[in-house]
């Protein structure tokens, strides 16, 4: 059974930073492609990042393009989500999602979800 469990999300001010992680198991994290995705209150899934089983060759969302980093330790199955520069337009529930996918209408293998709210 693919679990996968999301932290780091928390209360920060425009202009601060974050780091999410997700720990992964259930599955060979080093042979899965990865990606975040978010939703705002209201709003539908929006897809922010994925990245490669190897690492190399990440993509962004134009939104985030700059500002937000993912990676992933395949020796911790772990997966990460920088958060720099942050915006209020970014509070959202962030989830991580195994495979390659945009996530649509969140019909896809994702975990709970850590709160990310952008406030001053």
């Known amino acids: 059974e693919v679990q996968l469990v999301e932290s780091g999300g928390d209360l920060v001010q425009p202009g601060g930073s974050l780091r999410l992680s997700c720990v992964a198991s259930?599955?060979?994290?080093?042979?899965?492609?990865m990606s975040w995705v978010r939703q705002a209150p209201g709003k539908d899934f929006e897809w922010v990042s994925s990245?490669?089983?190897?690492?190399?060759?990440?993509v962004y969302a134009d939104s985030v393009l700059g500002r937000f980093t993912i990676s992933r330790d395949n020796t911790r199955n772990t997966l990460y989500l920088q958060l720099n520069s942050l915006k209020p337009e970014d509070t959202a529930m962030y989830y991580c999602?195994?495979?390659?996918?945009?996530?649509?209408?969140?019909?896809?293998?994702r975990g709970q979800g850590t709160q990310v709210t952008v406030s001053s």
């Open positions: 259930g599955f060979t994290f080093s042979h899965s492609d």
């Open positions: 999602v195994k495979g390659w996918t945009e996530c649509f209408g969140g019909n896809c293998a």
């Open positions: 990245i490669p089983l190897g690492g190399v060759g990440s």
